[in-house]
């Protein structure tokens, strides 16, 4: 055949069977690609994962006095989702269930004290499938829940710097005679940054940023330990004391709680004791306790900062993932409540972050409601590893268009059978009793009115119970000793 009479073969061919033979000679091109090494790299990976950091920060309310400048700064660069939720609001069982794809009524692990690889010994976590897949997994800090119970997993790092022990002042700082518990003590320390475990972590970072990028591509684990109890940082990090507003709270709150709301508070009240004056200055007040947790979440920012300044410095730049989470949020004193473990807003909404070059655009805001289940397949699907079951869906589709139709809700679980569903406007709880709260976020930001009782909204809390889910496992009981 000569060329003349291959061209008008060609123009002879249907439309269909000439755009068929064009993509497979395509998929053969990139199939040859990939054999001789010729294919775009695959992108590097930062996570990185803040405990305890709740949306009391300027990245998701401007009005805030905590500022997080280089949470800001990263979200400038790709997608903040601002109403992203964890899936329980209490360190081990969001962390194992964002790891392993899998929520905890479907593993069984609703606890702090529930041994996640017992009940899951075969199940890949997002690590694993990037080690399966070629990657150099490396971390450090707070990535798994192992501050004392040892949920560390080994399998799913090539290399891991643990948490060095908390760096405990001499004496508890906050000098409360009511209030014994040092692991939840407030205050200055330690006098120089660079003893703490994330100044240690953020150090180990860096250098593995610095490090010279080899043929396998890498992902990095960032685990920032502040602003998690004890609710120290150095003296730097401390705003002008008596200078800040505090949270909003209504100490007639809990009058429209229901009964499952009241039992699963019962054993965090304990914390209000170190509060001697509410409004003073004293080193037990309520005050001073508030201006640490804000000095923390300073230290935790510029922690990230430093591990930023060093991917700006280095050829990954432009080929870097960054996914940045929170593990839960944390109530500073709203809802006549301190601490996490609770199922309304402020325990739950998180700053969630995503940088995919390429596929995000810069400075993005999405409003969908997403819980941290997304963080697995949406990992998986951005670096191009085959999807794996899990209980989340991926978010790629809302990377590439933040307002495409998104009909799921975030849920988040607290123990078995309590449970909350939030949706652009409601936040409807259940709990295993049976009883409910209803809040109407257009007009009650703070959930001080709880809707539940209300005939009107019967439709409402219907449409929310339908994504609660069908079958709950039973709990994990098992400890790690
Ligand atoms: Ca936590
Ligand atoms: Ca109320």
Request: charged share 25%; aromatic share 10%.
């Amino acid at each position: 055949m000569t060329g003349s009479q291959f061209i008008s073969s060609w123009d002879f061919l249907s439309k269909y069977v000439r755009q068929r033979v064009a993509r497979t000679a395509l998929v053969f091109l990139a199939g040859a690609l990939v054999m001789t090494g010729e294919a775009k790299p695959r992108p590097d990976v930062l996570f990185v994962a803040i405990d305890d950091m709740n949306d009391w920060i300027s990245l998701l309310d401007p009005e805030s006095p905590i500022k997080t400048p280089n949470l800001e700064r990263l979200a400038t660069r790709g997608m903040l989702f601002t109403r992203a939720y964890c899936i329980s609001p209490a360190c081990n069982p969001s962390r194992s269930a964002l790891l392993t794809g899998l929520r905890p009524s479907t593993s069984g692990v609703y606890a702090n004290n529930s041994d996640w690889r017992k009940a899951l010994p075969d199940r890949r976590t997002i690590m694993q499938q990037f080690r399966t897949a070629g990657y150099s997994v490396r971390g450090a800090g707070k990535i798994f829940h192992h501050k004392s119970k040892g949920f560390h997993d080994e399998d799913s790092f090539d290399d891991f710097q643990m948490m060095a022990p908390q760096n405990m002042p001499p004496k508890k700082l906050n000098l409360s005679p009511g209030y014994g518990s040092r692991n939840t003590d407030w205050g200055v320390w330690p006098p120089d940054e660079r003893s703490t475990i994330d100044f240690r972590t953020a150090d180990y970072c860096i250098r593995a940023l610095q490090s010279p990028v080899k043929d396998k591509p890498l992902f990095l684990a960032c685990g920032i330990f502040k602003p998690h109890s004890p609710f120290f940082a150095p003296r730097e990090y401390f705003m002008d004391a008596g200078k800040m507003r505090l949270p909003q709270r209504r100490t007639d709150d809990w009058n429209d709680l229901p009964r499952g709301a009241q039992k699963l508070m019962e054993k965090t009240k304990w914390f209000w004791n170190g509060m001697e004056r509410l409004d003073g200055r004293l080193p037990g007040s309520y005050r001073r306790f508030i201006e640490a947790y804000a000095a923390c979440c300073n230290f935790a920012d510029a922690q990230l900062g430093r591990v930023l300044d060093a991917l700006d410095a280095s050829p990954r730049r432009d080929r870097t993932i960054v996914v940045l989470w929170s593990d839960h949020g944390f109530h500073l004193g709203e809802k006549d409540h301190i601490e996490k473990f609770a199922l309304w807003e402020k325990s739950n909404h998180i700053p969630f972050i995503v940088v995919a070059p390429g596929v995000t655009g810069k400075g993005v805001r999405c409003s969908r409601p997403v819980d941290l289940s997304v963080v697995y397949p949406t990992l998986l699907e951005l670096c191009g590893l085959p999807a794996a079951e899990c209980d989340g869906v991926s978010a790629v589709p809302l990377l590439r268009n933040p307002r495409c139709v998104w009909k799921r809700p975030a849920l988040m679980t607290y123990g078995r059978g309590n449970h909350a569903v939030r949706t652009e406007r409601w936040r409807y709880i259940r709990y295993a009793d049976g009883s409910e709260e209803l809040y109407d976020h257009d007009v009650d930001p703070h959930e001080w009115s709880n809707l539940a009782g209300n005939d009107e909204f019967e439709g409402i809390k219907e449409s929310h119970r339908s994504w609660l889910p069908s079958e709950e496992a039973k709990e994990v009981v098992s400890l790690k000793r």
